[in-house]
């Protein structure tokens, strides 16, 4: 399911729930240069990855396992859902996956409705097999939580096409008082309206921005940045050691795995103990008592 044209163009005049954890820094696949680089026009906004496109096509699926497991209900009207400005903030945007009902200290309210979709893999590394919702989702409904002044939100993750998990989400005051609110409305007001980059990081997302921001087939001239000479000094050093790296990596892994031959672990002495797991990786952990 792609963004219609009014959804695009909603999405350029604010930031939303989805946007706002890559402003400070926890968004595992966007970076706040290349949020900038979208929300000025140098980067195409509308563009959406398969794993976005398919969590919005299984949102109905997850609301109907939802409400068939729970017995409660999850309003999707478009008016009370999509296109959600915060009264105060203009550019501080909402668009909810529908509207549900929890009891909280023994009331019933109206509570955001968030649907995810999660893959085995993903719900064993990043959600902790299940212990803990990512920090950048936990941002995104706070974010919500923040615009619509909603007090809980129940988030629900369908795993591996598999089982429904359900989270209850409590509104916290404090970070959206004190981190995300600021972050967001400084980041809107000196970064985007004032067309300042933020600050570079090291992630894929931000190199791929400013590759689009300053192709290389369009450098012409040169400028002095002798503030640069230690850090492209480093740079280059870093790169002669990345390939010794690598490679005494690779020679102790197969080391260990010769040792290893068809065992599954070792206990390596200290308390430590050497894991292989199917996909051949090879883990370090303390054994538990």
Not at 32 to 44: I, Q
Not at 174 to 195: E, G, M, Y
Not at 236 to 242: N, R
């Amino acid at each position: 399911m792609s963004l219609s044209p009014k959804q695009v163009e909603f999405r350029r005049t604010g930031i939303g729930g989805s946007e706002s954890a890559a402003i400070l820094g926890i968004h595992p696949y966007l970076s706040a240069m290349e949020l900038f680089a979208r929300k000025v026009g140098l980067m195409d906004s509308s563009a959406d990855s398969v794993r976005l496109r398919v969590g919005s096509a299984l949102e109905p699926t997850v609301v109907d396992e939802y409400q068939r497991k729970t017995g409660l209900s999850v309003v999707r009207r478009a008016e009370a859902c999509e296109m959600l400005r915060h009264p105060e903030h203009p550019e501080a945007l909402a668009n909810l996956d529908g509207i549900g009902e929890a009891e909280i200290s023994g009331k019933w309210q109206d509570v955001i409705f968030e649907a995810k979709t999660v893959g085995s893999r993903a719900w064993w590394l990043s959600w902790d097999n299940g212990k803990q919702v990512p920090l950048y989702i936990q941002c995104q409904v706070q974010h919500y939580m923040w615009v619509t002044g909603y007090q809980a939100a129940e988030l629900a993750a369908l795993v591996d096409m598999s089982a429904l998990h359900v989270f209850p989400i409590p509104r916290d005051d404090d970070f959206i008082n004190n981190k995300l609110a600021p972050a967001v409305l400084s980041f809107w007001r000196d970064n985007v309206k004032a067309k300042v980059p933020p600050i570079w990081d090291g992630s894929t997302s931000c190199y791929d921005a400013l590759k689009t921001m300053h192709p290389p087939k369009d450098a012409e001239g040169a400028i002095e940045l002798p503030g640069l000479l230690d850090t492209m000094l480093e740079y280059q050093a870093l790169g002669e050691q990345e390939s010794v790296i690598k490679g005494r990596r690779k020679e102790i892994k197969n080391e260990a795995l010769a040792k290893l031959g068809d065992a599954r672990e070792a206990d390596l002495g200290g308390g430590l103990l050497l894991k292989r797991t199917k996909a051949n990786a090879l883990q370090v952990k303390e054994i538990k008592a």
